[in-house]
């Protein structure tokens, strides 16, 4: 009964050691305090600022491509001219918020039609959606402006200051004129992007050939220079200074992903079970018993983000797929395969630990709802454009007073009517009223002439008033004092718009 004793008495006293030991260690070893102590924990880290290198493959010529078109089509796409007739503006792109107009080549809209907008709105998102579902954040790696003008930032800063250690060796450095030199050339350019990313997004407001010549002359508008400047800073502050940090805590986009991702989408994603276990690896000694991965880190440094595809899906990552450009270079080195890392799924690699060939199925439910409703919301888009009205007709009748009794007994009705021409001509418009016996129709002052002929010009509103008399025989006729109005308006091309409204009088 003695030596059960002694054995937990030992045991304990192991145990205190143990524990002593383990806190002496703790306390001489700060870091590990920081990390293991609650209360020794920071709020804040300051950041680690990430130095991605250069890849070369096939992802990466892929996000120059895109980001050479996507910068082409920002830049050039102001100065491309769409002829709308005499008097229009000739600006193919061009949000006229004087005129209260958005140009976009053959369509015009109009302020009462923003609900096109919304609809190119939707599309948008439900797009967004399914090459979510399909393929990940394939939108933040490749068509992002964070991420196209980023890579655009790194690239010029590639130019000054060298490749990755290169560039990291020079954070180190003292100041010199060399590194002075670097980082004010660096900079330089990088306002003058900025400046011009701020330039182009203003001229989607203005035609553009004019007012670049009003800038550069300095006699533009005081709200375009406030407006490139604020565009300049935003600019320079996000691709230069702020780059993946905008991704990570600023945009809401990684926190929503998720609802869009399933166990089919295509991520890019670390093979562990092909890479494990992973370790370096010297040329000529053999491959048995340990995976491909020799533990090289191109892919960290290849990360714009500064993330480890090996720890699996993140939130940080963008899906650029630069890692797998830089993984592939290395497995070419090493006389192994490629795609150790690539776009697989989450379904796939349960697969191939169970033994299972992989499939990919593009096609499923999920997919098919976003399909089917991008289908439906175009269909209706186009519907929407196919029957719009470029003739259009608003009736507001006088509430006060509701009518007027003339002196022969008759009553008049006074109307408020707004004309829209959105044809790029003009044309004369001819008024008429229907859908009630008896009732006459006339300008407000006796010097009309012909008041139901108006002339408009192209792509043009106008507010006109009319009155509507019914004779005295004919009040009694009115159902409550009520009766149902119709206007119509014509033009010589045979364009025909109807507008219901009412006729009020005095209840017999």
Same mark, same amino acid.
Request: proline fraction near 5%.
């Given at each position: ?417 707004? +004309?829209?021409?959105? !044809?790029?001509?003009?044309?004369? @418009?001819?008024? $008429?009223? #229907?859908? *009630?016996?008896?009732? /006459?129709?006339?300008? +407000?002052?006796?010097? !009309?002439?012909?008041?139901?002929? @108006?002339?408009? $010009?192209? #792509?043009? *509103?106008?507010?006109? /008033? ?6 005295? !025989? ?35």
């Amino acid at each position: 009964m003695t030596e059960p004793a002694v054995n937990l008495e030992n045991l304990v006293a192991e145990a205190v050691n143990t524990a002593s030991a383990v806190s002496s260690a703790r306390l001489n070893d700060d870091s590990a305090v920081a990390v293991n102590s609650q209360a020794n924990r920071p709020l804040y880290q300051s950041r680690i600022k990430v130095h991605p290198k250069v890849v070369h493959g096939t992802f990466r010529r892929v996000k120059w491509l895109v980001m050479a078109i996507t910068l082409s089509i920002y830049y050039v796409t102001p100065f491309i001219r769409w002829n709308r007739g005499p008097g229009m503006p000739d600006q193919a792109v061009l949000l006229d918020f004087p005129a209260r107009r958005f140009y976009f080549f053959f369509l015009e809209i109009w302020p009462q039609e923003f609900y096109y907008v919304t609809g190119l709105l939707i599309l948008a998102a439900l797009g967004l959606f399914l090459a979510t579902s399909v393929a990940g954040r394939v939108w933040c790696g490749y068509t992002c402006p964070q991420t196209v003008w980023t890579d655009l930032f790194v690239f010029v800063e590639r130019l000054f200051e060298g490749d990755r250690s290169a560039r990291i060796r020079l954070d180190k450095e003292g100041w010199s004129v060399g590194k002075f030199a670097r980082k004010a050339g660096k900079h330089a350019v990088w306002l003058l992007i900025a400046i011009l990313t701020g330039g182009a997004w203003v001229f989607y407001f203005a035609d553009a050939p004019t007012l670049a010549m009003q800038m550069v002359t300095f006699s533009a508008p005081m709200t375009a220079y406030i407006f490139v400047g604020l565009f300049t800073a935003t600019t320079y502050t996000l691709g230069g200074i702020a780059r993946e940090q905008v991704c990570i805590y600023m945009c809401p986009w990684p926190r929503i992903q998720g609802a869009m991702f399933d166990e089919e989408s295509l991520l890019v994603s670390y093979k562990d079970d092909r890479g494990e276990k992973r370790g370096p690896h010297k040329k000529g000694t053999s491959w048995e018993g340990r995976g491909d991965c020799i533990d090289c880190g191109q892919c960290v440094a290849a990360c714009p983000v500064g993330i480890d595809i090996r720890d699996g899906m993140q939130l940080e990552c963008i899906q650029c797929a630069l890692c797998i450009d830089a993984c592939n270079e290395i497995m070419d080195k090493v006389e192994r395969p490629r795609g150790l890392i690539g776009y697989d799924t989450l379904g796939n690699q349960e697969r191939r630990k169970a033994g299972k060939p992989p499939r990919f199925r593009i096609v499923r439910p999920r997919t098919i709802v976003y399909a089917v409703a991008l289908l439906l919301v175009s269909a209706i888009m186009v519907v929407a454009l196919a029957s719009r009205e470029t003739l259009q007709l608003n009736i507001l009748r006088d509430r006060n007073p509701l009518f007027v009794t003339l002196s022969d007994g008759s009553v008049r009705n006074g109307y408020g009517i707004k +004309i829209i021409n959105k !044809d790029t001509v003009a044309h004369t @418009i001819h008024v $008429s009223i #229907d859908g *009630l016996e008896g009732a /006459r129709l006339a300008g +407000i002052s006796a010097d !009309d002439v012909n008041p139901t002929e @108006i002339e408009m $010009s192209a #792509d043009a *509103l106008k507010n006109v /008033r009319f009155y509507v008399s019914l004779p005295k !025989d004919r009040v009694s006729e009115l159902d409550g004092g009520y009766a149902k109005l119709n206007f119509v308006v014509t033009d010589e091309t045979g364009r025909r718009t109807v507008k219901e409204t009412t006729f009020r009088g005095p209840d017999q």
